[in-house]
């Protein structure tokens, strides 16, 4: 079974089916092997992409919370199984999207106190998803998983995205890199202060390019996938 991150088709229109508050300014995915360590790579992924505040901790417990349930509850923790982690950022919402490799029961929220039995998967978990988030959901097509969770970021004191060309050039590269490489994300890390590139289909550390500069990141680039058609030095496709 392949990632759900890489049904690039699949996940963007599953994401135009669920409700969109504003246009994604910028949105990043990778794919993480299906084994409880990744949980924390994830939250270290999010911890640089993502400018310390308040909005970000809450975008680290839903990350960590649907990520634990990829791996613990669906087919996506099975030996050789992968989950993705996608984020839209606005400046006025973050969304998490966690992708898995389907299960035969579908996530519930659990029962309060006092109230009937749990239903569903990791049904306690999901609680907290709700309190939490905005708003949230899931889709199943096929053999694959979504679940969503919206998180408020300016109404939470949310900061704008820092980057060091600025954020219009970042998402300019972002598209330009995603057209020459299909699948793979780049970012500018807030903790590291370097520029990442998350190679496709890579499920580990071992799959990130690392750079001081975004013209060295794209070099390295294309130095693994030679055939790209991607200048080193510019955002223009040949």
């Not at 308040?54 to 099975?78: C, F, I, K, M, Y």
């Not at 966690?98 to 996530?107: L, N, T």
């Amino acid at each position: 079974m392949t990632a759900p991150a890489s049904c690039d088709t699949g996940l963007r229109k599953f994401i135009s089916t669920t409700p969109q508050p504003s246009r994604p300014a910028a949105w990043w995915t990778r794919d993480f092997r299906g084994t409880r360590d990744q949980v924390v790579e994830v939250r270290h992924w999010l911890e640089d992409l993502l400018p310390d505040c308040g909005p970000r901790a809450d975008v680290l417990l839903l990350a960590s919370e649907l990520s634990t349930n990829a791996v613990v509850h669906s087919r996506s923790g099975e030996p050789g199984g992968q989950f993705s982690v996608d984020v839209d950022w606005t400046p006025t919402l973050v969304r998490v999207i966690v992708g898995d490799q389907g299960s035969d029961k579908a996530p519930a929220v659990a029962a309060k106190a006092g109230s009937a039995p749990p239903l569903g998967e990791s049904g306690r978990g999901l609680l907290l998803v709700d309190e939490l988030a905005n708003a949230w959901g899931t889709a199943s097509p096929l053999k694959h998983r979504w679940v969503w969770a919206d998180i408020p970021w300016q109404a939470r004191g949310g900061p704008s995205l820092d980057d060091p060309c600025g954020m219009d050039a970042a998402i300019a590269d972002i598209t330009v890199v995603r057209k020459a490489f299909p699948g793979t994300s780049i970012w500018w890390g807030h903790l590291t202060k370097a520029w990442w590139a998350a190679i496709p289909g890579a499920a580990s550390a071992i799959g990130l390019i690392r750079s001081q500069t975004r013209d060295g990141l794209l070099q390295a680039l294309a130095s693994a996938y030679p055939n790209a058609a991607i200048p080193c030095g510019g955002r223009h496709m040949s």
